[in-house]
């Protein structure tokens, strides 16, 4: 059984910093293509970032590229979303996703539909 829970949510000021952590279990995330996505209040869940299962190439949006970063940690079986210079529009509950296959991502990597596995997610809240 095939389980994503996310953590390291909460309310912090503009300018500032959380990381978030997703803990994965039924599946290796070093084998594993991974993402993150959020969904605001009244809006579409949007792509975050991603990472190849090789950890070799990352892939974020233009309004969160250079702000933040995602990393895997082989060792704790678990996804990172660092994320730096938060702006009240990074308001959102944050979901870690998984591609269900291994040593493959799906083609269109930026999409919610190319992953099989979701959390329940993590809310943050962005003050301004």
């Known amino acids: 059984q095939v389980q994503l829970v996310e953590t390291g949510g909460g309310l912090v000021q503009a300018g500032g910093s959380l990381r978030l952590s997703c803990a994965v279990s039924g599946l290796t995330v070093s084998k594993t293509c991974m993402a993150w996505f959020r969904q605001a209040p009244g809006k579409e869940r949007e792509f975050v970032a991603a990472?190849?299962?090789?950890?070799?190439?990352?892939f974020y949006p233009d309004s969160v590229k250079g702000r933040f970063t995602i990393s895997k940690d082989s060792a704790k079986n678990t996804v990172n979303l660092q994320m730096n210079s938060l702006k009240p529009e990074d308001t959102a509950v944050y979901y870690c996703a998984a591609d269900g296959r291994q040593f493959l991502c799906k083609s269109n990597i930026y999409g919610a539909g190319s992953y099989d596995y979701w959390g329940q997610g993590t809310q943050v809240t962005v003050s301004s």
């Open positions: 990472v190849r299962w090789k950890a070799d190439s990352t």
